[in-house]
Antibody, heavy 118, light 108 residues
Framework: QVLLVESGGGVVQPGTSLRLSCAAS????????MHWVRQAPGKGLEWVAI????????YTADSVKGRFTISRDNSRNTLYLQMSSLKAEDTAVYYC???????????WGQGTLVTVSS | EIVMTQSPATLSVSPGERATLSCRAS??????LAWYQQKPGQAPRLLIY???TRATGIPDRFSGSGSGTEFTLIISSLQSEDFAVYYC??????????FGGGTKVEIK
């Protein structure tokens, strides 16, 4: 069965960096585009970034552009989100999600909490 | 960016009753609309894609309809496990993918 497991969250100070990982199994990882979606405490879902199946094409939300970078290692079946210059408003649970035939998200990880606080 | 607006924000329904949730897009998204269910402390779960196609394993009491800018999710007879927050998401024109603000379905 499809399994997505995020890791790397924690409590960090404003202005610092953090890298999230998402380990994928149960499907041919290299065949699918992948997304990061976040959810601030008590709030709704916010799309963060997408990467194509081969890693060549990426897009990020304007709210994180220039600070967050999505990448993947298909040999390790792992998705990454490199976050830098973190702000308090980046505090959220970060989910990785697999796209299906089009950009609906058919499988989600359990999420990892990032807290940006001094 | 396409703005998705869900209504109502909260829906109070008795078990066994029907729930009707709405989602409106700021411009036409065709049928490129998905619905997700999220329970407290859990990740979202895909319910519907293509506006009306149920995802694998989703009970037939969940049905989606609509196209263009107006969409509806109907839960025909609410079960205890259906009380949750529901989100719509468009994938017609991206980036960005955009989600509605959610509708919380609570027990009346």
């Amino acid at each position: 069965q499809v399994l997505l497991v995020e890791s790397g969250g924690g409590v960090v100070q404003p202005g610092t960096s953090l890298r999230l990982s998402c380990a994928a199994s149960g499907f041919t990882f290299g065949n699918y585009g992948m997304h990061w979606v976040r959810q601030a405490p008590g709030k709704g879902l916010e799309w963060v970034a997408i990467i194509s199946s081969d890693g060549r094409v990426t897009y990020t939300a304007d709210s994180v552009k220039g600070r967050f970078t999505i990448s993947r290692d298909n040999s390790r079946n792992t998705l990454y989100l490199q976050m830098s210059s973190l702000k308090a408003e980046d505090t959220a649970v970060y989910y990785c999600a697999k796209r299906d035939f089009q950009q609906w998200l058919d499988y989600w990880g359990q999420g990892t909490l990032v807290t940006v606080s001094s | 960016e396409i703005v998705m607006t869900q209504s109502p924000a909260t829906l109070s329904v008795s078990p066994g009753e029907r729930a009707t949730l709405s989602c409106r897009a700021s411009e036409s998204v065709g049928s490129s609309l998905a619905w997700y269910q999220q329970k407290p402390g859990q990740a979202p779960r895909l319910l519907i894609y293509g506006a009306s196609t149920r995802a694998t394993g989703i009970p037939d009491r969940f049905s989606g309809s609509g196209s263009g800018t107006e969409f509806t999710l109907i839960i025909s007879s609410l079960q205890s496990e259906d009380f949750a927050v529901y989100y719509c998401q468009q994938y017609h024109r991206w980036p960005p993918l955009t989600f509605g603000g959610g509708t919380k379905v609570e027990i009346k």
